[in-house]
């Protein structure tokens, strides 16, 4: 992909303005490279963009849910319809011949489709996939003059669904490209239509969220949505947000509050959004910058979707080896996580923590890791009191833990609770992992800090602390941080913030090391 969008910088002068238009003129890029071959073999680029999009779409709407990997005839029978339409004389085995001929020959070399064992075929990277299946929506028409082909249906049920939600960010800008900003406007006022005529506050924050999602990629295209639709959006995501603030929280219960940031969630929480610096820097640690939250499925879907599960590279040699014996291609029970975007992301072992923080350092050119137990610890402890928030017990405004509520929740939903620089769900939720290493009979063992949605009072205290060993892959019973010497095979309930190192100076000559942030040559 980077070598990919250097050569459109090179070709243009500069990148395009957009994702989507980044991704159109990379794919249109590399359409055109191999021009040539794909004439000789009796294919326009235009037909490999319509079929390529095409593809896409069925990809992202089989009965199954998206699938990332098609058979080579389920490919080809995607695809017909372009054949027909370019080749209207051939029978229909005639057509599927002529697809699997244009399928095999994009799989060699095209960089944008590949063949995987078993005569089976997948985008060479997932978003190629996603942003072709937002083009091939943008063409289908806005239902005015041929409803079977509005591309309203297909957009509505799937606004807020996890697997989607790339696309749907995606189509505004295909849209926008594919016929102006009227169009715009009648995706966000279709959608704004969903809050029906008394809608509650949990279904004003899903749509708000929503809203949130299309508007933020439209900002370099200089859109400006109508006044109307512009100021039921502000004023639906004001109420919305209120439930994380000091002031708003008190005013709606409990129950409500995680209801309505559950909605949020699944619409779009815009505290979340890829953009965001979530990093809190904790003081005298040197400019450590702790995240504000725990990671969220959210989050660490990009990691899955991205394949950080088949790269090595992210691994070190033993989560890599115990990864291919247990088979692991995501967190456990990730559907179901999956429904719940804004929870933190659980049933994750240490080695899958590590690999999460090593991809995003990648990602954001930065170093990003686990925290040290002493730095986690700093970051949760008041000047005065035991509890992140200070001396209090724990309560239900300020923590969700002796199964209060019964799972886990959205992260931020108890301000009350929050920790002395302003870092979220400190106490209880989930166990959190750090970095630091327990030497024991007859496997090694990890800190976890912070008690979970099922622990007592006790274990939500700044200085608990609890282990699990490094491959550890339930917790029984849930949210409970019982030692791992019981079992080998415990993966708790529990994920971990990252933290961002940003006062390390990497041009130092000597090497450093960071304790509790202080740095010492």
């Known amino acids: 992909m980077l070598t990919c969008l250097c050569v459109v910088h090179w070709n243009e002068g500069e990148l395009p303005e957009g994702r989507s238009r980044v991704y159109r003129a990379v794919v249109h890029w590399l359409i055109a490279a191999r021009r040539e071959l794909r004439g000789k073999q009796g294919f326009t680029d235009r037909f490999a963009l319509?079929?390529?999009?095409?593809l896409a779409l069925t990809m992202m709407t089989a009965e199954q849910g998206k699938r990332p990997i098609f058979d080579l005839e389920e490919g080809a029978e995607a695809v017909d319809a372009v054949v027909r339409r370019s080749w209207p004389g051939l029978e229909a085995e005639d057509r599927r011949h002529r697809a699997r001929e244009w399928l095999r020959f994009e799989c060699l070399g095209s960089g944008i489709i590949e063949e995987v064992a078993g005569n089976r075929i997948r985008f060479w990277h997932l978003t190629f996939q996603e942003f072709l299946a937002a083009l091939q929506l943008a063409w289908r028409s806005d239902g005015e003059d041929d409803a079977e082909e509005d591309w309203w249906p297909l957009v509505r049920e799937r606004l807020d669904h996890a697997q989607w939600r790339e696309t749907i960010e995606l189509f505004p800008g295909c849209l926008f490209d594919e016929g102006g900003e009227g169009r715009v406007d009648k995706l966000l006022d279709r959608v704004l239509t969903l809050r029906g005529s008394a809608p509650d506050l949990a279904t004003e924050a899903r749509i708000a969220g929503i809203v949130g999602r299309l508007l933020q990629p439209l900002t370099v295209?200089?859109?400006?949505?109508?006044?109307?639709?512009?100021?039921?959006?502000?004023?639906?995501?004001e109420r919305s947000m209120a439930i994380f603030t000091l002031e708003g929280a008190p005013k709606v219960p409990v129950k409500d509050r995680i209801a309505v940031a559950e909605a949020l969630g699944r619409g779009g929480d815009p505290r979340l959004a890829a953009e965001r610096d979530n990093f809190i820097e904790v003081p005298k640690c040197g400019g450590l910058r702790l995240g504000k939250y725990p990671v969220t499925v959210e989050e660490y879907q990009r990691f899955v979707e991205h394949r950080g599960y088949e790269e090595q590279k992210y691994w070190d040699a033993e989560g890599w080896s115990l990864k291919l014996k247990e088979g692991w291609d995501q967190p456990e029970d990730w559907d179901e996580q999956l429904a719940t975007p804004n929870r933190p992301v659980t049933g994750v072992s240490w080695y899958e923590a590590v690999a999460y923080c090593r991809w995003l350092s990648e990602l954001r050119n930065k170093e990003v890791r686990l925290p040290a137990e002493a730095e986690w610890e700093k970051a949760a402890t008041p000047v005065k009191g035991e509890y992140p928030w200070g001396n209090r017990e724990p309560d239900e405004e300020r923590a969700n833990f002796h199964s209060n509520v019964g799972s886990p929740t959205p992260v931020g939903?108890?301000?009350?609770?929050?920790?002395p620089y302003g870092h979220c769900d400190l106490a209880g939720n989930v166990w959190e992992w750090c970095a630091a290493e327990v030497r024991g009979e007859p496997e090694e063992f990890r800190e976890v800090r912070g008690g979970g949605w099922g622990d007592p009072a006790e274990d939500l205290r700044a200085a608990c602390r609890h282990t699990f060993t490094s491959n550890a892959s339930r917790c029984t019973p849930p949210g409970y941080g019982q030692r791992t010497h019981r079992s080998r095979r415990l993966r708790p309930n529990a994920y971990s913030r990252t933290i961002e190192p940003t006062a390390l100076t990497i041009r130092c000559k000597k090497p450093i090391r960071i304790m509790c942030g202080a740095i010492s040559a």
């Open 50 to 54: 319509r079929a390529f999009a095409r």
């Open 221 to 237: 295209y200089h859109y400006r949505p109508q006044e109307e639709i512009a100021a039921a959006h502000r004023e639906t995501l």
């Open 413 to 419: 939903v108890y301000p009350g609770g929050d920790g």
